[in-house]
């Protein structure tokens, strides 16, 4: 009996040093394979869209219009694209990127008006730099509000899901959703637009017929697994943006992928992403992969990713 015992005993000892060589033996996969896919690009092999230019070797800068342009990020892993909206009398910086570089030399060169900031969403790829400006402003909701502790705003979702260390930034000004924001012959309205994240927000220039959408929507991968993500809230979103446009507007997301260098979308890719999604909610769209998420496809130029189960 003793002896049995001891086999089997010795028997659970052997499975267990198994099962946590196979963990090991995982974790390091996913490690290295994280390392190979965060890895910042070589500047060669870095895809430009048309009127794309090299600011210096990390940043790109696209003039929209005269008083519009982008700046890229094409060699960090999520292509990033962030952007510089100037009035007569100030500017808005919509995003600040993962802050892997400084932006200012970037805005400077563009513009000498007092520039404010706004982040489409506090995750750590879009608050990056916001701590180098003085004036931030931030959309007067309950999940940004809550954000703050001592003055200070430090993203929850930064300081949990990224190594990288955040540096909080004070907020200057809160906007009520649906806000407009007066730049001097210029005239913006925020939209709170949660799906994506809850305390996402769109910029409107009705004028100039431009959506800013942050990540809310974009070519490419669009996240809906992240753990503030909803999908109900989405679809309500996509509704109510388009009970707020015309139609006419141009999308300017906050990423973009090599086959779609170009972060811009028509306004008809909302009318796709909500179609998707209801197919996804009544399960009439089937994934095109499972696991370690659910993807399915919008159009030729997305898919979304959704929680496995
Ligand atoms: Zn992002």
Redesign the pocket.
Known sequence: MSNLRETASNFQKKLIGLLCAAFLLIAVVLLVAAGLITADMDKDDAVLSLGETWFDDWYTVTRIDDVTFSIGEPRYW?L?YNYLLLGEERAILFDTGPGVRNIKPVIRSLTQLPVTVISS?P?Y??IGNNHRFEQVAVLDVPSLRSEVKNDLFVSRFSRAFTFRRMSPFPVTEWLQPETTIELGNRTLTAFHIPGHEQGSVALLDAGRNQLFT??FIYPGWL?AFAPTSNLEKYMASIRYLLTRTTGDETLYG??AIPEHPSPTLPHSALTDLLNALQAIDDKSLAPVSRFPLRIYPVNEDMEIYLPPF
């Open positions: 999520q990033n969403h995750h790829d879009h942050g990540d996240v906050a990423h």
